[in-house]
């Protein structure tokens, strides 16, 4: 079991720097967006941003925190 949690540590660290990442650059396209004046579109990106990219990536983190602590236990 130990080392089925350390295979997938790897490729779902990378999932969510991927997420981070994405989730910087839609934000600082949101916020060029609102300088810009579009204030309804940018706040929708930036809406949307935080479902797609940053709510799977804090998600990601609790559940490798959950995991840890489970095989911890074991």
């Given amino acids: 079991m130990y080392s089925i949690s350390i295979f997938q540590q790897k490729p779902t660290h990378h999932i969510e720097s991927n997420h981070v990442m994405a989730f910087v ?6 916020c060029v967006i609102l300088i810009y004046g579009q204030y309804v579109f940018g706040l929708m990106i930036m809406l949307m941003n935080i ?6 990536s804090l998600l990601q ?3 490798k925190r959950r995991l840890d602590k489970l095989i911890q236990n074991k």
């Fill in 25 to 30: 650059l839609v934000g600082i396209f949101a």
């Fill in 51 to 56: 479902i797609i990219n940053l709510y799977p």
């Fill in 61 to 63: 983190q609790k559940n």
